[in-house]
């Protein structure tokens, strides 16, 4: 009882917490950490293979992520869906069965033959000869289960990311309103920043056990879904599946009020009529509920926008330093441990400018204006770094 009195006290002096959100916010947070930690932890070796594979095909490799990506986010809301299963068993069904996912391309990458330890063909799976022109095909040097499990792990690990994150972002949501979201969203992603730091260190400091390090993912993401089962409520004390962190003396009076003057009251099966997704029609085009509410809002196209511009630019960034990498290392260890030491230096990088804003919203006068302010001074400096690395990559 005084270790949660103290970890209570530690935490409010960070953000602004309840005591009844605690719980859901110490198991978000965790979540979180656990998914990035395991997603960084294997991305050194997901990125290594695929430039064994010849940098000519990272484009097809991206492509492929996106159509896998395109028939695995309408599954993962399928799941979330099922009237019969309980959207934080959804949880943890998902966040298992990429544990057991991680173990099973452990298994596979151990039986490829490994790749040969020549300088030659180091260089010709990169796709480069001495002086960095493309030389040969990566396909043509490896046989097929070789070619087969670093394809198909490099397509996975970018489903891993997509789906982990945003299903447990979906099911914070759930049990987030809007105020308790403005207040604990911050802390939720600061623990997904220090599971990037956590899983680039350990990378870098352990690149030499090399797909070992599949295991260790697992049980990360083990883990993952042993924390999301704390981002729920207490279904004892509600038949609808509603937050904790909305459980205030309001809410139970709106609640009373809207039982009496409703004409259906005993029956405890009614789906919600706020939430389309709850309907009996079926739920797997509830995606495109969410694409018709992006294209009739500004404000979410513009969004939508931003996270495509975003997109973009991070790709472009990713082929310069896979192909900087691939130019300059030759030992697979060593392209795994710069890579997971980059990956190190960008998750300092965000841990420093969320601090910074956390700083900055103390600050309850100068808030809006300072904000602004920085984001409008940070712009002109970005532009000029994007041109400066295309006058001299």
């Known amino acids: 009882m005084a270790a949660r009195i103290r970890l209570d006290a530690v935490i409010s002096t960070i953000v602004t917490v309840h005591p009844h959100e605690l719980p859901a916010l110490l198991h978000s947070s965790s979540c979180f950490f656990f998914i990035l930690s395991a997603y960084f932890v294997v991305l050194p070796l997901r990125d290594e293979g695929a430039i064994s594979l010849g ?16 028939i695995a986010a309408p599954l993962s809301t399928f799941i979330f869906s099922l009237p019969n299963l309980s ?47 493309n030389a040969a095909t990566g396909w043509d040097n490896h046989g097929w289960f070789y070619i087969s499990v670093r394809v198909g792990f490099f397509l996975w690990v970018a489903l891993l990311n997509l789906v982990a994150i945003s299903s447990t972002w979906a099911r914070i949501i759930d049990v987030m309103d809007s ?50 089962k704390g981002i729920t409520n207490d279904i004892s004390q509600s038949s609808e599946e509603l937050s904790p962190l909305r459980g205030t003396d309001n809410d139970h009076q709106r609640e009373r009020k809207q039982e009496a003057t409703s004409p259906k009251v005993g029956s405890p099966k009614v789906a919600s009529p706020k939430s389309p997704i709850s309907t009996t029609r079926p739920q797997f085009w509830a995606i495109l509920d969410g694409m018709r509410l992006i294209l009739a809002s500004p404000y979410l196209l513009l969004v939508s926008l931003f996270l495509w511009l975003g997109a973009v630019i991070s790709s472009f960034f990713y ?15 060593g392209r795994r441990r710069l890579f997971a030491q980059i990956n190190s230096f960008v998750a300092v990088f965000i841990l420093i400018g969320q601090l910074t804003l956390t700083l900055v919203s103390r600050l309850q006068y100068l808030h809006l204006h300072l904000l602004h302010l920085g984001i409008w001074l940070l712009l002109p400096y970005g532009q000029l770094g994007l041109r400066l690395l295309c006058l001299k990559p």
């Open 319 to 333: 082929f310069q330093k896979v192909n900087i990498i691939a130019t300059t290392i030759k030992s697979s260890i």
């Open 55 to 70: 940098l000519s095909k990272l484009p097809g490799l991206f492509v492929g992520s996106l159509f896998l990506t395109l």
């Open 179 to 228: 105020e308790s979201g403005a207040r604990l969203f911050g802390f939720v992603g600061a623990g997904a920043t220090l599971g990037q730091l956590f899983g680039s260190v350990f990378a870098a400091a352990t690149a030499w056990m090399g797909p070992y390090l599949l295991l260790f993912a697992a049980l990360l993401m083990e883990f993952a879904a042993q924390s999301s």
């Open 87 to 133: 959207k934080s068993k959804a949880l943890v069904i998902i966040h298992r069965f990429f544990s057991l996912s991680l173990v099973l391309c452990f298994l596979l990458w151990m039986a490829s033959p490994t790749e040969s330890n020549s300088k030659d063909a180091v260089e010709a799976a990169s796709g480069l000869t001495n002086d960095g022109a």
